[in-house]
């Protein structure tokens, strides 16, 4: 079964998110950009600078997809937008659902539009459940026990079409990040962690 949503527009949204979550991403995204004692992306310096924020999705452990716009031109954050990517990005060992970091959307969407593929991205683990991700660490020396992945902080994925050393190289420009490959697996891992590759 395959689920597509469309989303834009309207920051308003339940509960669910803290109100200092909430405070956080009504900010414009020059706000993001500007975290911290230095800009998330070194060569980005305005939000118009950034690609649009329209991405597509598609989890390829339950067969659903996403077409999302999480941003608007303006750089301001869609709540409801972002609870529906959290959702397509939840654990899928445990259906639990988590936040995803803007930052981390923010390195996918830059990386993708890089390469200029108009394919969804083809999501092979994003938030990962403490219990998943310990489960994980005992079959492969691979995993990191404090994995970012736990933070939803990480995506891995793949773009049908393109060639992981594309996407690699692509994403080793920014100098953001963390940057795995695994060509056997053939997937590309990308965080908002300190930038450092494998």
Request: overall charge positive; some cysteine; charged content about 20%.
């Amino acid at each position: 079964m395959q689920c597509t949503f469309f989303r834009s527009g309207s920051l308003q949204h339940p509960d669910s998110w803290s109100w200092t979550r909430r405070s956080f991403l009504k900010t414009s995204v020059v706000g993001l950009l500007l975290l911290g004692s230095k800009l998330l992306y070194p060569a980005v310096a305005r939000a118009n600078d950034l690609p649009d924020g329209e991405l597509t999705f598609f989890n390829v452990h339950t067969g659903e997809r996403l077409r999302v716009r999480y941003r608007d031109d303006a750089g301001n954050y869609d709540l409801t937008a972002l609870d529906e990517v959290n959702h397509i990005l939840r654990c899928h060992h445990t259906g639990e659902v988590a936040a995803i970091d803007v930052r981390m959307l923010e390195h996918v969407n830059l990386v993708h539009k890089a390469v200029y593929s108009t394919e969804d991205i083809h999501v092979i683990s994003g938030y990962r459940s403490p219990g998943y991700n310990a489960q994980l660490v005992k079959r492969s020396r691979r995993v990191a026990q404090h994995s970012l992945h736990i933070e939803g902080q990480a995506l891995d994925f793949y773009i049908p079409g393109i060639e992981i050393r594309e996407l690699q190289h692509a994403a080793l420009k920014l100098q953001y990040g963390g940057v795995g490959v695994y060509p056997r697996k053939k997937f590309i891992h990308l965080d908002c962690g300190p930038f450092r590759t494998w």
